[in-house]
């Protein structure tokens, strides 16, 4: 049984145990293959944003953070990063913790969550967004460089989360 | 005669009288409208990014920054912000940074440049770009809200800058 609830300080061993191998394998994320651990939880558990993890019997099995998109007339767009163990893939928890994001954005008043920077390669990932009900609004060409040396595009995706008003234009 | 340089610290005061009245407008930039001058400063000329100037006859008239758009296999896509001072406009300032600033970019190994949020309504801005052969890869929808309360569109413009290799996907 997931369970979802905010990080403390605490967490950070078992935070790390997550996103560090993702981040070296520089496979998914625009990060630093070889950031310090110190960068990393600075980045991941900044006062910029509220972090979260995922937990099922004790153990961290995922991560994520939820933050304004944008500051200024941006800031009613949240923005998330999520991370799951890389041997609990499958399970569901990437899922769960979107699911939490999106009831956690509107509760914090956010309109909507984009996410500025999918590869467009992390297909089970963009399979999840979209199953979850985002869509792809954007198409950055060959933004990401994989660690092969091959460049492959990345995707902007971006949901709604309130019923909008103004005008598109 | 406009020319372009590096922004030294000295500049800072004559920056902020061209950034102040633009980030207290709120119109185009997803910036706080209340950020302090410190923060602006910390923003605009921050050790992430190279920061240039405008200058005609002793006067800064324009400032622009260059930075890497992402991290890790994104840091090959550059990304800029650029202001021009408010009764300026219409002058070729804000054309001759952008041109500067892409031929920097190439300089310094830029594959490509992105912008992540141009205020759709900024018009004259959107019409610049495209017209310096940046294509708009996404709509952010209602994603700016205006000083005056209305949601908008933002856009995403891209522009490669070199003969690109690698796989669309």
């Known amino acids: 049984m997931i369970t979802i609830r905010k990080a403390a300080n605490d967490d950070w061993p078992m935070i790390w145990e997550v996103i560090g191998p993702i981040i070296r394998a520089g496979e998914t994320y625009a990060l630093s293959r070889d950031m310090s651990e110190d960068d990393a939880q600075k980045y991941w558990m900044g006062s910029d944003r509220e972090t979260f993890v995922a937990v099922d019997d004790g153990d961290i099995l995922g991560t994520y953070y939820i933050r304004a998109n944008q500051a200024g007339g941006g800031s009613h767009v949240a923005n998330c990063g999520y991370m799951t163990k890389t ?71 971006f949901k709604a989360l309130a019923a909008q008003r103004g005008s598109h234009q």
Chains 1, 2 share one sequence.
């Open 87 to 157: 041997k609990m893939t499958g399970r569901g928890i990437a899922r769960t913790m979107c699911e939490h994001s999106l009831l956690y954005a509107r509760s914090a008043g956010y309109r909507a969550m984009q996410f500025n920077f999918v590869v467009s390669t992390n297909e089970r990932a963009v399979r999840l967004w979209q199953f979850l009900g985002f869509e792809i609004v954007g198409r950055l060409p060959l933004a990401f460089q994989q660690p092969s040396g091959n460049f492959v595009d990345a995707l902007v995706l």
